[in-house]
């Protein structure tokens, strides 16, 4: 549930590089948010779809240091089974400072905890925390940017073994070492209207999860409505590897302050 968790990097490239609409309110802006996503999955012969609602938080602690906050809740339906199981999903802290600003280059670099408050229970949580730092850049060239994420993300979980399996997280499923990168591109379509794409790719970075690779496709259309105001739509689909989920889509809205 890395940067964004609900999780996808370039959801949040806008912000992150200050680009866009020119009334768009600018990296320094606190912000409060609502991220929805739908999708459906099929993982080791279970199949079901989950329905999540994060809330998200963007505190400006001064000009060059944010900190992130997601917390999660999902409805689950796993086939064949009744009625929908309801609950917390992993909880992320992020903590991310600006690295290097001169233009067209803007890099920072910064470290996000996973929390395991998810209820492993029904299928919505790792079962221990996850620590995941990172550096991220972009390039502006007018109303464009290309940018990019490079995170290690490592899982600390106690040891399962004989009597004690290991919980199936079926929102976010991840190996206990791996390495994600995206590559996107952001840019306006009107004054209001803005395009993201973006590709992820995700390699485990231990030889027993060595098949557990993934590669990751996603677009979003963004509007901003005032100053204050913005909506996102997004969609996910795996184009090759280990598919983690078969297709997401959400819906997210953030208020600016």
Known sequence: MVLAAG???GQAAAQDFGVGPQREPTLVSSRL????SFASFDQQGVKGDFLGLTVRGDLK???NVRLRLLVPMYAIQLEGEQPRNYGFGDAALQVRAVLYEGHPWRF?????DQLPTGDTAIGTGQG???LSPFVTGGWRKGSFVAYFW???CIGLHPQWGAGKPAPVDYVDPSTDEELRTTLGGYGEITDSLYFNVAVTTIN???AQDSNAWTVIGGAALGYVFTDSIKMVVVEQAPLAGQHRFDEKIGVDAYMYF
């Not at 948010?33 to 929805?36: A, I, P, Q, R, V």
């Open 108 to 112: 920072y670099y910064g470290l996000e």
């Open 33 to 36: 948010g609502l991220e929805s």
């Open 7 to 9: 999780t996808w990097a």
């Open 128 to 130: 221990g925390s996850q």
């Open 61 to 63: 602690l001064a000009t």
């Open 204 to 206: 485990p970075l231990l």
């Open 150 to 152: 490079l995170i290690d």
